[in-house]
């Protein structure tokens, strides 16, 4: 199919929709009055928190901070086993939110809490003021951070030989490609040593439109000029959807899902089979697949996003990141 085979047009203002003003020297001035934030509670003395939450800075020149999530257990005498940790990267299509917006910090919150882990969720810079790939930069940048910050979560309650990466959206295609780059470069990264990826909802594209994209592109949640915006905003200038960072299938990054094979990493892939990218995620799942690498897909009903909407679908990504725990030996059961 060709760029020209587009869904019946749509009267969405991708601008509007995105509550973002484009000005005249290329920055963005966004309104983010429809997604609060809430503030991070590191006091162990509120006994009623099933989480403590705390905000990190990483780069003070970068601006980039992450917000760490322990689960109260870990602090109970009798708790002895040191957490796995996921590192988190927030949606947005790499444009808009923080890790500070309400759903994402109540689903690292609960993530925490089911599993039990401990959750770093880093507040990347946004295009198109830092275009890709400086948010695949500033997440390398977190990880080797992790791996030498005295933080004493981080020292104390944390097992840094099991670490995955996780993301919804455009923070799933973070994690994806900082995994591409972390695999192959495994050793400057030790003692830390990363198990797997887990993908939910990843924001991907290309330029030929995907049958779900022609039959879904006019939905509410995710329409597909709004995707496209996200994309001309995001990508490297001069760069289209066909670019390596927005199609997996293209470029030297599906090569490098090798070393995920020799490493034993293993992915789990989610999404909803109402998302105009559904298409797109059985895709890369099956890219995964034929490399050798062990992934795991669950594709409920629902639109894109739903991994951190609170609803039963937000439920039944959890279970499925618990479940994909569970199979690897990371949670007992009952837990």
């Known amino acids: 199919m060709s760029e020209e085979s587009t869904p019946t047009h749509s009267t969405i203002d991708p601008y509007k929709f995105l509550q973002i003003v484009p000005n ?3 920055t963005l001035t966004r309104d983010s009055s429809n997604h609060p934030t809430v503030v991070a509670i590191p006091d162990p003395g509120d006994h009623t928190l099933l989480v403590l939450s705390k905000d990190v800075l990483v780069n003070q020149l970068n601006n980039t901070w992450v917000r760490m999530f322990l689960p109260r257990q870990a602090l109970d005498s009798s708790f002895t086993t040191k957490l796995p940790l996921i590192v988190h990267f927030h949606g947005g299509g790499f444009i808009i939110l923080s890790a500070a917006i309400k759903q994402f910090h109540d689903f690292c919150s609960n993530v ?4 039990p882990a401990m959750v770093v969720s880093l507040n990347y810079r946004l295009a198109p003021e ?4 400086t948010a695949y930069n500033d997440a390398m940048e977190v990880l080797h951070w992790i791996k030498t910050t005295q933080d004493e979560w981080l020292q104390k309650y944390v097992d840094f030989s099991c670490c995955f990466l996780m993301g919804e959206s455009a923070g799933g295609n973070i994690a994806y490609h900082t995994g591409l780059r972390a695999a192959a470069e495994v050793d400057n990264l030790l003692p830390l040593k990363i198990k797997g990826l887990i993908l939910n909802s990843p924001f991907i594209g290309g330029i030929n439109r ?3 994209e022609l039959r879904l592109g006019n939905n509410l949640v995710s329409p597909l000029c709004v995707n496209d915006l996200m994309w001309e905003l995001s990508l490297p200038i001069g760069a289209d959807r066909d670019h390596e960072y ?9 090569k490098l899902l090798d070393q995920f094979k020799l490493l034993g990493w293993k992915v789990l892939v989610t999404g909803g089979n109402e998302d105009p990218l559904i298409d797109r995620h059985i895709e ?4 995964i697949a034929e490399k050798g690498v062990k992934v795991v897909s669950r594709f409920d009903v629902g639109g894109h996003g739903t991994p951190i909407t609170p609803t039963e679908l937000f439920k039944a ?3 499925s990141i618990k479940s994909f725990f569970l199979s690897l030996g990371m949670v007992a059961e009952g837990v």
Do not use: M, Y
Not at 112 to 115: E, F, P, R, V
Not at 284 to 287: D, R
């Open 130 to 133: 830092h275009r890709l790939p």
């Open 246 to 254: 927005c199609n997996p299938t293209v470029g030297g990054g599906s």
């Open 284 to 287: 890369l799942t099956k890219l």
């Open 112 to 115: 925490a809490i089911d599993l």
């Open 210 to 212: 995907t049958e779900s």
């Open 317 to 319: 990504v959890q279970s």
């Open 24 to 26: 005249a020297d290329g």
